[in-house]
């Protein structure tokens, strides 16, 4: 790797780093506090329309920012298309979810949901107006300026939420955060960029990138779609609350994974695209990631699992606690996600759209299959159907990886195992103390203590050189993000 493509993939991983983990940080802080303020069926209604929103951002996206980023000559005709183009169906999305509003309210039993959906989706409108900037910013790889705009916009919105919630406003303290939050976004990102929007339009422009895009697009909707499908099913068949707990404890899981998804696929998605041609090279890299990635990630995932009652009694308070087997299980179902997100990103690079939209239609297939076989045995029964599901298109995925660049599925499950039993002792270790004590805060703070001390050990005796590294790196852009202000 030349010394010039290694600071890129540093700086970027560092700063998309900072950027999301430094958001889930925020938001973990500001979910709690909510949920403190809040009652589960506040989190229920606005869990209940979040499909339609999050199908809209990617319709308006429709996958043309990938499509920006892999273009080496992207020009202001590029830009300007597929802005006016983003604007053009977030207008048009607004207006169908708009009438559309009284049919999802009755759907779900609901009428508050009419004014409710209606509201909320004006975030739809702002998404549009800020996505040519941020293609931009990831384009260049200046994640930098993508931290400080979403650390900044995550806070304030927060604090908006927060503020409303103790006004006792309920479910609204919910949809001024999120509509608060991509106005930040909006405003913020136009900011970050000399950009500006001129009048050119070309239809070639989307012909030609809506090649590329349309696979990207459908593996976006599906992935939406199945994400939000079990909010939708328990809307439906279950009570408001349920939803509530199903998506608290989502939410905490993903704090905890999912910014790891992010951090790749933002990152490694451009350099990979740098060394797609470069087989030998791809594969070490690729293999670097995997390892590094694994170190982090299995550990925390299963010690969230043994910890999972004494960490929702203590951070949500009891009235949270029907959520722990939730919890449990959507964590046990993100152990290989970050690793299934490395394939897929791997395979786009290389220009294997194609492939990877049908791994998703596989995936997505596996899940209905598990809805249907699984969903008499209720909640629980649902979420080890998912757990199924996920593990094997995470073993599909290697498949096309080895078939692709050519890395075999034993070297791929071979960089991960050590890792993996690591963390199964010291997810062992940690819920063996909860024979001892019952108290759920001093149980809380004696597993941390313990796995902890555990942990850093491991690293040390393993990468000795890794712990100097982190904190090295995180403080050096830590004093640069604050001296950027």
């Known amino acids: 790797m030349s010394d010039n493509l290694k600071q890129k993939m540093l700086g970027a991983l560092a700063w998309s780093s900072v950027d999301r983990v430094g958001q889930q940080v925020v938001q973990l802080i500001i979910g709690l506090i909510l ?25 308006v996206e429709s996958g043309f920012g ?25 207008l048009l999305l607004y207006l169908i979810l708009f009438c559309s509003a009284p049919f999802i309210a009755d759907f779900f039993h609901q009428p508050k949901l009419v004014i409710i959906t209606r509201i909320s989706f ?11 900037p941020f293609t931009q910013l990831v384009k260049a790889m200046n994640f930098k300026s993508v931290a400080k705009v979403n650390l900044i916009s995550t806070a304030l919105s927060g604090i908006f939420g927060i503020i409303f919630a103790i006004m006792h406003l309920g479910v609204w303290s919910l949809v001024i955060q999120q509509l608060s939050y991509h106005f930040f976004r909006m405003v913020l990102f136009h900011f970050s960029v000399s950009w500006r929007p001129k009048w050119l339009f070309s239809f070639q422009v989307i012909r030609n990138f809506w090649k590329f895009s349309v696979h990207l697009l459908g593996t976006s909707m599906l992935n939406v779609v199945f994400t939000n499908i ?16 199903y998506n608290q404890s989502n939410k905490l899981s993903e704090t905890f994974n999912y910014s790891f998804q992010q951090v790749l696929l933002s990152s490694t998605f451009t350099l990979f ?66 690793y299934y997100v490395l394939n897929m990103c791997a395979l786009n690079a290389r220009g ?26 209720g909640v629980i029964g649902l979420l080890w159907g998912y757990v199924l599901s996920c593990f094997l298109s995470y073993l599909i995925s290697t498949y096309y990886i080895k078939k692709d ?10 960089d991960l195992l050590p890792n993996m039993v690591v963390g199964s002792i010291l997810a062992i270790l940690a819920f063996s103390i909860s ?16 796995v902890l001390i555990l942990y850093i050990l491991y690293i040390r005796l393993t990468q000795p050189k890794l712990i100097g590294q982190v904190f090295g790196i995180a403080s050096d852009k830590f004093r640069t993000f604050m001296k950027s202000f």
Request: hydrophobic share 55%; glycine share 2%.
């Open 66 to 90: 990938q499509a920006l980023i892999r273009k080496q000559d992207a020009n202001e005709t590029d830009y300007n298309t597929v802005f006016y183009f983003n604007i053009l169906t977030s």
């Open 35 to 59: 949920a403190r303020l809040l009652n589960p069926t506040d989190f229920g209604l606005l869990g209940m329309v979040a499909i339609f929103a999050a199908l809209s951002y990617v319709l």
């Open 405 to 414: 660049i050519h890395l075999s599925i034993n070297i791929q499950i071979r």
């Open 352 to 377: 294997k759209s194609k492939v990877t939209f049908g791994i998703e239609i596989v995936k997505k297939s596996l899940i209905i299959l598990s809805v249907l076989c699984c969903f008499r045995f």
């Open 122 to 132: 004006l975030a739809i409108l702002c998404n549009a107006f800020y996505l040519v």
């Open 273 to 338: 695209t740098q060394v797609q041609d470069d087989n030998p090279r791809l594969i070490r890299i690729f293999r670097e990631v995997n390892k590094k990635t694994s170190i982090i990630t299995f550990p925390i995932m299963m010690i969230l699992i043994a910890i999972a009652y004494p960490f929702i009694y203590v951070l949500l308070t009891p009235k949270w606690l029907p959520s722990v087997p939730y919890f449990q299980l959507l964590c046990l179902a993100s152990l290989f996600a970050p």
């Open 435 to 450: 024979l001892f004590i019952t108290n759920p805060l001093i149980l809380l703070i004696s597993q941390i203590i313990l």
């Open 230 to 245: 079990y909010s939708l099913i328990l809307g439906r068949f279950y009570p408001v609350k349920e939803v509530g707990f």
